[in-house]
């Protein structure tokens, strides 16, 4: 379902405001949600370089962000995006749909790009596979979610990534060591083999990985290409 609000500017500087509405969030939705603050401007940059960096310079790209949230990484994303190339973001938090919603509208970065941009009120499962994107950056919380999850959510990523496509991806580092002092078994054992699933991408996949510590908390980023064939 793509979003039609439209919600006013808020007052207040946006980054107070972004995170005032993260963290509220947060705390009423942890397990889809899966941090406490937006990601900062180093690692929505990282993420973002595929947009930047592409294989044929003059083809415009087609770009999906799962997981936009309250929008940093995707104000990255319409930074750098270049006539002819489209932007779909896929979010199930109705709260941070009608943000980003305003975003598109009023933010000058997106201002000039607001009418190739989408907003989807959905999984990113539920998109269909009708579509193919040259670049996905993917802000899903890996680390909350079963191995089963993980698994399908790659799949579907590697479906619609054209081939010579890439996929940026992040999570924080050490919360393994971190779960494995302060949480249940159980959920410590999940988050072990979500990361096995995760590893089993990357170690099939993936051409960099980056350590973003100018970030709350620090960050890893992996960046995986779909091969030609
Ligand atoms: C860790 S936050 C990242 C937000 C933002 N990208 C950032 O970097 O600040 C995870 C986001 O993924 C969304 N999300 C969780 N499960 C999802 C799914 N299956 N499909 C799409 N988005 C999902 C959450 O609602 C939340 O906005």
Redesign the pocket.
């Given at each position: 379902m793509a979003a039609n609000r439209d919600p006013q500017p808020s007052p207040l500087p946006g980054f107070i405001r972004d995170s005032g509405l993260?963290l509220r969030?947060a705390v009423q939705?942890f397990r889809?949600?899966?941090?406490v603050?937006?990601?900062g401007t180093a690692?929505?940059n990282s993420?973002a370089r595929y947009v930047t960096r592409r294989e044929d310079p003059n083809s415009p790209v087609t770009i999906l962000?799962?997981?936009?949230?309250?929008?940093?990484?995707?104000r990255a994303v319409a930074a750098r995006m270049r006539p002819g190339d489209t932007f779909d973001m896929?979010?199930?938090?109705p709260v941070?749909v009608e943000h980003l919603t305003g975003l598109v509208k009023h933010d000058p970065v997106f201002v000039p790009v607001a009418d190739r941009v989408t907003i989807h009120q959905?999984?990113?499962?539920d998109l269909g596979t009708d579509r193919r994107f040259d670049v996905i950056i993917s802000?899903?919380?890996f680390a909350n979610f079963t191995a089963d999850e993980v698994r399908t959510?790659m799949e579907y990523y590697f479906t619609v990534l054209r081939p010579g496509g890439h996929l940026s991806f992040?999570g924080y580092l050490y919360t393994k060591q971190v779960k494995a002092v302060i949480a249940p078994l159980d959920d410590y054992l999940r988050q072990v083999q979500s990361g096995w699933e995760v590893q089993k991408w990357v170690n099939r996949y993936a051409v960099d990985r980056e350590h973003v510590y100018r970030n709350l908390p620090p960050a890893w980023i992996h960046h995986l290409r779909k091969p030609l064939d």
């Open positions: 993260f969030q939705t889809a949600t899966g941090a603050t937006p990601s690692l929505a993420l962000e799962a997981g936009p949230g309250t929008g940093p990484v995707s896929v979010e199930p938090n941070f959905a999984l990113v499962t802000g899903l919380p959510i992040f």
